[in-house]
């Protein structure tokens, strides 16, 4: 690792600020290289580009990658649970699966050398993020099955920290293992870094009682205005960092000390971003989904995998040296985003606002039914204690208020129900923010 005249330090200097055509150099050579295989190896691949009526040599130019079709998550569930495999089961050396709300999850598999990538790309976006080898990192994110756990562990072994495997839940434990054993880095969600928070409060800790000084959070959308309470809450840096297990787990992008988007590892993934609907390239400045090729994965490697995250990229260079383009925070993904009466809702448009109201915690749900032929959206939203115990007529006053801003940021009607302080549901793991209930009918 070297240091530079940089906010952070950089950990893989040789890849991470390479010139960009010689990235794209290393990029289209690492796709010839992934599509020709796969197309040996997974029948599965081979039939998709022979129907597509492109072969692995027509791949000449980036802009080829074009010409492949999308991979999406019901082909990998179609293929469950080793037909996707590019390797025979006995080189791999982790299995792991993705959290699938519905029907059978996606299995995901590793080989010696993607493990040895995996490591080193956590490695890379936790030392932007401010971790170095005299950390104490506690991780907070469930180590069965889910890529969150493993990916981290193994990244900051990598960098040389000590490494507190806690794993997600048991919240009391996870305070007083903080307070006594004293991390300097938090690994976990954003949601459940406030629900930590909240317990430390609690139990009558204030950030000085702790030696936290870095949060690594990612595995959710989360907006800026959360970033600013966590901070506060746990007097920390506070980063975010994305992946899915479909790609690697952790490690396809991560902040550096700018914070100002997050830097994707460019030489082993090819990012695309494009129009949900159309399937073309996205206009820039416009909205997109993020379309993911895996360059370097040896045991899984997706093609064009299409992620429905939705971000806008950042093209301009980064005042830390990385050459890499960036992703801005996640508006959501496409199935978060609520369709009611035919606008566009989406839960960081409320986790917006909850932040900028007082009397109120940013835990909210959104839950949307249809009656007859209409939507109807509720927003519950958790109050604080203080407004609780308050009298009523403040009470009213913020719910108008905050019905008001809602309504203004979301441009649909909707039922605001103000609850109790701690009765909607919080998980060491993702955030649910929403329910649809027209799903089901
Ligand atoms: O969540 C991998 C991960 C673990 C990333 C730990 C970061 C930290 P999956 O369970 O497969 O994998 O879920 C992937 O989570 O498609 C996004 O919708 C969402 N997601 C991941 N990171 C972020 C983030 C892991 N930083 C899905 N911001 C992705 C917003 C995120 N959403």
């Given at each position: 690792?070297?240091d530079?005249?940089c906010p952070s330090a950089i950990w893989?200097?040789?890849?991470?600020?390479?010139?960009?055509?010689?990235?794209?150099?290393?990029?289209?050579?690492?796709?010839?290289?992934?599509?020709?295989?796969?197309?040996?190896?997974?029948?599965?691949?081979?039939?998709?580009?022979?129907?597509?009526?492109?072969?692995?040599?027509?791949?000449?130019?980036?802009?080829?990658?074009?010409?492949?079709?999308?991979?999406?998550?019901?082909?990998?569930?179609?293929?469950?649970?080793?037909?996707?495999?590019?390797?025979?089961?006995?080189?791999?050396?982790?299995?792991?699966?993705?959290?699938?709300?519905?029907?059978?999850?996606?299995?995901?598999?590793?080989?010696?050398?993607?493990?040895?990538?995996?490591?080193?790309?956590v490695?890379r976006f936790a030392t932007a993020a401010g971790v170095h080898k005299h950390d104490l990192v506690q991780i907070a994110?469930?180590?069965?099955?889910?890529?969150?756990?493993?990916?981290l562990?193994?990244?900051m072994?990598?960098i040389?920290a000590?490494?507190?495997?806690?794993?997600?839940?048991?919240?009391?434990?996870?305070?007083?293992?903080l307070?006594?054993?004293r991390a300097s880095v938090l690994v976990c969600t954003p949601?459940y870094s406030l629900?930590i928070a909240?317990?430390m409060?609690?139990?009558?800790?204030s950030p000085k009682?702790l030696n936290l000084r870095v949060g690594l959070f990612g595995?959710?959308?989360w907006t800026e205005e959360m970033r600013t309470e966590i901070e506060a809450r746990l007097g920390i840096s506070a980063t975010d960092n994305y992946?899915?297990?479909?790609?690697?787990?952790?490690?396809?992008a991560g902040e550096c000390g700018e914070k100002k988007g997050m830097h994707?590892?460019?030489?082993?993934?090819?990012?695309?971003?494009?129009?949900?609907?159309?399937?073309?390239?996205?206009?820039?400045?416009?909205?997109?989904?993020?379309?993911?090729?895996?360059?370097?994965?040896?045991?899984?490697?997706?093609?064009?995998?299409?992620?429905?995250?939705?971000?806008?990229?950042?093209?301009?260079?980064c005042p830390c040296?990385r050459?890499?383009?960036r992703?801005?925070k996640?508006?959501?993904?496409?199935?978060?985003?609520?369709?009611?009466?035919?606008?566009?809702?989406?839960?960081?448009?409320?986790?917006?606002?909850?932040?900028?109201?007082?009397?109120?915690?940013?835990?909210?749900?959104?839950?949307?039914?249809?009656?007859?032929?209409?939507?109807?959206?509720?927003?519950?939203?958790?109050?604080?204690?203080?407004?609780?115990?308050?009298?009523?007529?403040?009470?009213?006053?913020?719910?108008?208020?905050?019905?008001?801003?809602?309504?203004?940021?979301?441009?649909?009607?909707?039922?605001?129900?103000?609850?109790?302080?701690?009765?909607?549901?919080?998980?060491?793991?993702?955030?649910?923010?929403?329910?649809?209930?027209?799903?089901?009918?």
């Open positions: 690792m070297q530079v005249a893989d200097i040789e890849n991470e600020c390479m010139s960009i055509d010689e990235r794209k150099a290393l990029q289209l050579q690492r796709l010839q290289t992934q599509v020709a295989r796969l197309y040996d190896r997974v029948p599965f691949y081979r039939e998709r580009l022979d129907s597509a009526g492109v072969s692995p040599d027509q791949i000449r130019s980036l802009d080829d990658v074009r010409r492949l079709p999308f991979t999406t998550k019901a082909d990998l569930r179609d293929h469950y649970p080793y037909g996707m495999l590019a390797v025979p089961l006995e080189e791999c050396a982790r299995l792991h699966c993705s959290t699938g709300t519905t029907g059978k999850p996606t299995v995901v598999a590793y080989t010696k050398k993607d493990m040895e990538i995996w490591s080193d790309l490695a994110f469930g180590y069965g099955l889910f890529t969150g756990g493993f990916g562990h193994y990244g072994e990598r040389g000590c490494v507190l495997p806690v794993s997600g839940g048991n919240t009391d434990r996870q305070v007083q293992l307070h006594d054993l949601s629900h909240e317990v409060k609690h139990a009558g800790l009682d595995s959710e959308p992946g899915l297990s479909e790609i690697i787990g952790p490690g396809v994707f590892q460019e030489d082993h993934f090819l990012v695309e971003h494009i129009n949900p609907q159309t399937g073309e390239e996205a206009k820039p400045g416009e909205l997109g989904e993020l379309v993911i090729t895996a360059l370097t994965r040896e045991a899984f490697a997706a093609i064009r995998y299409r992620t429905r995250d939705l971000c806008y990229l950042m093209d301009e260079p040296g050459t890499t383009r992703m801005t996640l508006v959501g993904r496409s199935d978060d985003m609520l369709i009611i009466r035919g606008v566009n809702v989406y839960p960081s448009q409320v986790e917006q606002v909850l932040l900028k109201m007082s009397g109120v915690e940013p835990h909210y749900l959104l839950t949307v039914a249809r009656a007859g032929a209409m939507d109807h959206l509720e927003i519950k939203v958790e109050m604080q204690a203080a407004l609780f115990s308050d009298e009523m007529k403040r009470l009213h006053k913020i719910e108008k208020e905050l019905e008001h801003r809602l309504h203004s940021a979301l441009g649909v009607s909707f039922k605001l129900t103000l609850v109790e302080p701690g009765t909607l549901e919080r998980g060491a793991g993702k955030a649910k923010r929403v329910l649809d209930l027209r799903k089901k009918e």
